[in-house]
């Protein structure tokens, strides 16, 4: 998410890569238009971008889309 109490999605996704430059980050935002969403797609530090509210079934077919399948064994 990109609005959270201590640091925003764009900071922590930064955070997460240095820790992990494989990791696959997924932005769920209800401001897909905020200029932090458009950084953390733009600069690769998430894979997708989905807008809030999203369903189940969209949000499950984008984690099987974005994760690599051996993780969800």
Same mark, same amino acid.
Request: proline share 7%; charged share 25%; aromatic share 6%.
């Given at each position: =998410?990109?609005?959270?109490?201590?640091?925003?999605?764009?900071?922590?996704? $930064?955070? #997460?890569?240095? +820790? =992990? *430059? =494989? !990791?696959? #980050? @997924?932005? @769920?935002?209800? !401001? *897909? =238009?905020?200029?932090?969403? /458009? /950084?953390?797609?733009?600069?690769?530090? !998430?894979? #997708?971008? +989905?807008? /809030? *509210?999203?369903?189940? /079934?969209? @949000?499950? $077919?984008? #984690?099987?889309?974005?994760? *690599?399948?051996? !993780?969800?064994?």
């Amino acid at each position: =998410d990109m609005d959270m109490p201590v640091m925003n999605g764009y900071e922590s996704s $930064q955070k #997460i890569k240095e +820790l =992990d *430059p =494989d !990791a696959n #980050i @997924l932005v @769920l935002t209800g !401001a *897909p =238009d905020s200029t932090y969403a /458009k /950084k953390t797609i733009e600069e690769g530090y !998430a894979s #997708i971008l +989905l807008r /809030k *509210p999203v369903t189940w /079934k969209s @949000l499950r $077919q984008t #984690i099987e889309t974005y994760l *690599p399948h051996e !993780a969800l064994a």
